[in-house]
């Protein structure tokens, strides 16, 4: 997916400006006045990769060089990170679409909507095409590594961080290409990771084009850091092999909009169901797949992790000496062991002590449950919540009022339940969904493939027992069977409960 060209636009969009408001004092550069056609023009004579890292010779710069791609939706972007904060708080009563009361965006805002329109009606383009169609159905092997900076010993080099090409996290895991985004960050990248589900936010980025795609809707603590002036398109509507196409192409993943993690994923192999994992052009997959599997390399059946070294970093930096920097701990070597770092929710919950014994078997058992059970709940992500002025903390039946976006009320099939309810860890909560996934949401219990239904697509079919669990067909939920039979009667009890839930409320 490249960056359009002008030939590309529509005469509607050559012609489209940003809406600079009256009232609004700020000294915008002179691109900010340009028709979009022109901005357009100018966004692709920036330097691939800028050679300072940052700026062109007008002090703009659309380059992020953390993933050597361009940066969101490639709008030339024009002054530092706390200068665009104060400019925000600014003129937050001029642009109020963001508070409610009014139609207009950020001018900030406005510029990635000019870049997104092209792009999105592409996308939609190519989901008719054959190709698109056929990719659905393929299984995606890819390799899914943090980025080397957020891993790299040099820590108080900034050059050299970004210079460093040590990959030292990563994973290999397969996927079906009608996977949707959405799905992928909560079912696939999370646990394969070792990151804790339903907790942060996420955000991908196409470095070829700049694209961006997140949730639509996300009460996660650190989605308030984007949410003013972040485009992004609907995750849950697109899917893998919209932004992945050939072997080669990257995508990548931010976890954490607060902590900022980085990942690459590379599609490094495209086939059928049920054929063999090919060794790679890449020396480090290559070695970890002769070491675990020698030459009888495994079938490729759906959803699977494959490889992988070294554990995922702490959440929240926890043990960590600044926000994503892993480098700081792991530099320290094998039998460091970070106390701080084991009080992290997903080092807790995984019983990690020491940073580099990766447990394969464990990670991928996570993984099959992830894909096993329900999709997580749009809302409600974990939470801490202490009481103002001390004591305890508030009861769980106290919070989820809905009388703040950040506590939604649970909606039928929904529950509210403790996080971390254990002596000297932080009391965290959150939203669980009991009710069954809809057609839409829904995976292979067995293989983790899901159909794209808005395309016609056939459904999966649904368990006859407990009518939630859904398969691809009778050899997916035979296959199954060992490991659902013992969730079969409680997922039954789940859905029956929504129902009468959904006719009381």
Known sequence: MELPSVSDLTSNEKKARVHINPFDSTEYPEFYYWPFHKILRYAKTFPMP????????????????????????????????YEAFMRLR?????????????????????????????IERALAIHSQSEQHRQMQQ????????????????????EDAKYADENVRVWRLISCFGETNLATLHDRILGPAMGWSRHYHS???????????????DCDAV?????????????????????????????????????????????LIQVAEKGDVLKLTSDEQ???????????????????????????????????CDGKGDYGSLLKKGKKFRSAEAATSNNWQDHKIKFAYQFDLPSHSKRLSEAIAGKSSSSVGHKK?????????????????????????????????????????????????????????????????????????TAPLLRCSGCKSARYCGTACQE??????????????????DYKKEKVSS
Request: proline share 7%; charged share 20%.
């Open 50 to 81: 800028s050679p300072d890292f940052e700026l062109n010779e007008s002090g703009h710069s659309n380059w992020q060089e953390l993933w050597k791609g361009y940066n969101d939706w490639a709008a030339p972007h024009w002054d530092d990170d």
């Open 202 to 216: 996420y955000k991908y980025v196409v470095p070829t084009s700049g694209a961006c795609f997140g949730p639509k």
């Open 285 to 319: 997959v290559n070695a970890a797949l002769v070491k675990q599997y020698g030459s009888n390399l495994p079938h490729l059946d759906g959803v699977q992790l494959l490889a992988g070294e070294v554990n995922c970093p702490p959440e929240d930096s926890n043990g």
């Open 90 to 118: 600014q003129t937050q009563n001029i642009y109020n679409k963001f508070v409610g009361v009014g139609d207009e965006d950020f001018p900030e805002l406005q510029m990635k909507t000019l870049f997104a329109a092209p």
């Open 384 to 456: 801490c919540h202490i009481q103002l002025g001390g004591g305890p903390a508030p009861a769980l039946n106290s919070l989820y009022s809905g009388k703040s976006p950040f506590e939604p009320k649970p909606r039928p099939g929904e529950k509210v339940q403790a996080v971390n309810a254990k002596p000297g860890y932080l009391p965290m909560t959150e939203i669980l969904k009991t009710r069954p996934d809809s057609a839409s949401e829904a995976v292979c219990a067995a293989c983790g493939r899901q159909p794209n239904i808005i395309t016609g």
């Open 479 to 496: 296959a199954d069977w060992g490991n659902h039979k013992v969730r079969c009667k409680k997922m039954k009890k789940e859905r029956s």
């Open 138 to 157: 393929k299984l995606f092997v890819m390799k899914y590594s943090l980025a080397p900076y957020s891993t790299s010993f040099e820590t108080d080099d």
């Open 222 to 266: 650190d989605q308030m850091t984007w949410t003013q002036t972040s485009h992004t398109l609907d995750s849950a509507k697109y899917q893998l092999c919209h932004v992945l196409r050939e072997t080669g192409q990257r995508l990548v993943y931010m976890y954490d909009l607060g902590d900022k993690w980085t990942h690459n994923i590379e």
